[in-house]
């Protein structure tokens, strides 16, 4: 669940791209994640305790097997590599997000843009997000979910940022519909 939370953060924070102009290839989208009981962190704290304390060999695979699917996990967050195709941002479009999700632009004000969410997968998750872009090669975003953990409902609150890295995607590759 947690790295869906950061793929459909990641993908909900770019589509919001629809009002903008976005250049193709690949992008990293950097999270960082407060919940209100504080799961999300320690869960994340537990996965990147058991990584240190793999075989140098061991965390070396485990790393470029989630390299190669675009994830990156660090001290101060987590990290997504998204490829936008050509065709994607000639419509101003960006991968949809995995599940049973919709977005919504609420409201456009100069460079930023609002956005409200719903995901029905499970456990369902909702909320809103506020996205400011740099041009067609950043942005920022600040984002709550509202979600339900371990039968009990949460609060999330996500922080990110989003730059163009390069033209060429390498290996990761575009999200299909």
């Given at each position: 669940m947690k790295t869906r939370l950061v793929l459909a953060g990641?993908?909900?924070?770019?589509?919001?791209?629809?009002?903008?102009s976005i250049k193709p290839g690949l992008w990293e989208h950097?999270?960082?994640?407060?919940?209100?009981?504080g799961q999300m962190e320690g869960a994340m704290a537990e996965m990147q305790k058991q990584m240190?304390?793999?075989?140098?060999?061991?965390?070396?695979?485990?790393?470029?097997?989630?390299?190669?699917q675009g994830v990156g996990m660090g001290p101060k967050?987590?990290?997504?590599?998204?490829?936008?195709?050509?065709?994607?941002?000639?419509?101003?479009?960006?991968?949809?997000?995995?599940?049973?999700?919709?977005?919504?632009?609420t409201q456009r004000s100069g460079s930023t843009i609002k956005v409200s969410f719903s995901?029905?997968?499970?456990p369902p998750s909702s909320g809103e997000a506020?996205?400011?872009?740099?041009?067609?090669?950043?942005?920022t975003s600040k984002a709550v979910v509202r979600t339900t953990v371990d039968g009990k409902p949460e609060r999330m609150d996500m922080t990110s940022n989003g730059?163009?890295?390069?033209?060429?995607c390498g290996a990761v590759k575009p999200v299909r519909r």
């Open positions: 990641a993908v909900l924070a770019a589509a919001a791209t629809h009002a903008q950097a999270f960082t994640i407060k919940s209100a009981s240190a304390a793999l075989p140098p060999d061991q965390r070396k695979m485990m790393e470029q097997m989630m390299a190669q967050g987590q990290s997504v590599k998204i490829c936008i195709t050509p065709e994607e941002a000639a419509r101003q479009e960006v991968p949809a997000a995995e599940g049973n999700c919709t977005q919504k632009v995901c029905a997968d499970k506020e996205i400011t872009f740099q041009g067609a090669t950043a942005y730059k163009w890295l390069s033209a060429d």
